[in-house]
């Protein structure tokens, strides 16, 4: 039988609409992610985000570079939000996520949100993967509330930088089936000195063991493509910035170790990291097999792991196409 997003089943019972209502009422005041900016986004007031209550689409398309039990043999129905609340100097998608102005154009209804997931539907993709979605996290509820009035039966990844409030994450309980958190660092001090932002650690922490709890450690899968479950990316940065054994740490033993992990090498310096030498290069043979023998201390055998080369295919290119910007 084919597997039911478990939002379909709060749609019934009208749960669905009055968590879009309860997490829309966060926008006059916006505590939607750590920063707590307190923002009067429904007035037209900015936060470190720069966004107002319109979500902002970047782009939108079948995506085929997840991890294969994501992206499977139809790809992702990926959306790609504009912004973001995080400010990293090295980030790879600097040309979305760090041009409010340029972004604004892309703003659109929270129908034409709905009409979007329900055309990656029809492309038969095998979820609907919101990427970078924490800071619209207030506004995006009433956008799968409404299509899911239109027939969305799609699993939907959470794909965020882990930066994320626990009581919006808490909304999303029994919505999201899938959460794809980045746990980037293991350390404040990189995360105040390289993604501008205070106790990340801490506050991953805390959401990433919201969501753990919500859908824990034993991913669902239907004919080879997860539904349900939850895997970590972490990325290793030079210098060991990402602090990889504390974030291994906590995950072995304040989670458990059989979550799946998601190790990445596909580290290059890019946008301000020219700033500063000990960012500014790929990582380093010794630094991934240190990162592979932190895995095997920690006991955690479940995940992918990145090749080696991958710092050198996998850029995303947005300027020059919006439609598919990982084609190359
Ligand atoms: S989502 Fe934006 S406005 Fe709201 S708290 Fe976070 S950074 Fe501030």
Redesign the pocket.
Known sequence: MDFIPSYVKLLHNGELRIRAETAYKNLAS??????????N?IKGE????T?GYLPVISSYTPHFGEEPVLSGTRGAGNIFFGNC?LKCIYCQNYEISQNPLSEKKNEVTHERLAEIMIELQNKNCHNIGLVSP??F??TILKSIYLASQKGLELPIIYNTNGYDSVDMLKLYDGIIDIYLPDFKYGNSVFAKKYSLVDNYFEKAKEAIKEMFRQVGDKPVYNKGVIVRGMIIRHLILPNDLSGTKKVFQFIAEELSPDVHISLMSQYYPTNKTYKDILINRSIFNSEYEKALELLDRYGLQNGWIQEMESSGTYRPEFNNDRINPFKN
């Open positions: 916006c505590t939607s992610c750590p920063r707590d900016c307190e923002a986004r900015y936060g470190i985000c966004s609340n924490t800071h996290s207030a």
